[in-house]
């Protein structure tokens, strides 16, 4: 079973709509762990393994099939960016820069070269947006 606690690092922005929130958590997350893997979006489960292998590439954009629902706004994406001390690196992010133009929502550090399932990434990406103040939560086996 998987572990996630609270990273106690990032600067993230802690406004984030309840609807934004369950698109992220839900259909976004699903889309992007997708595309990522190379498989279609109806192959995703709670029970789909999730792995990063080091070294990576980065994987960022938004997800355009994505820009019309519910919960949408400018710029949403969920980046995979590069490694921090051994973790791969998840950050949901809005718009097109910092401040009022753009940010980050909430993060994930998942342990690389470790397999997850989709409900463990889920779950840790819920719990950062959970922190009070938000910060990265942290997954490890």
């Known amino acids: 079973m998987a572990t996630i606690t609270n990273a106690g690092t990032g600067s ?10 369950n698109l992220v958590l839900g259909d976004y997350l699903d ?8 498989i279609s979006i109806s192959s995703i489960n709670d029970f789909t393994t999730v792995r990063v292998d080091s070294p990576y590439a980065n994987s960022e954009g938004v997800i355009k099939s994505m820009e019309s629902e519910k919960g949408f706004v400018r710029g949403l994406r969920i980046d995979l960016q590069k490694e921090q001390d051994g973790y791969a690196t998840f950050q949901v992010q809005w718009g097109t820069g910092n401040g009022a133009k753009g940010g980050a929502y909430a993060g994930v550090l998942m342990r690389v070269n470790t397999n997850f399932t989709m409900n463990d990434l889920r779950t840790a990406l819920a719990a950062s947006f959970n922190y009070i103040p938000v910060k990265y939560a942290r997954l490890d086996p």
């Open 12 to 21: 993230f922005t802690p406004d984030c709509s309840n609807k934004t929130k």
């Open 31 to 38: 889309a992007k762990i997708a595309n990522y893997m190379g």
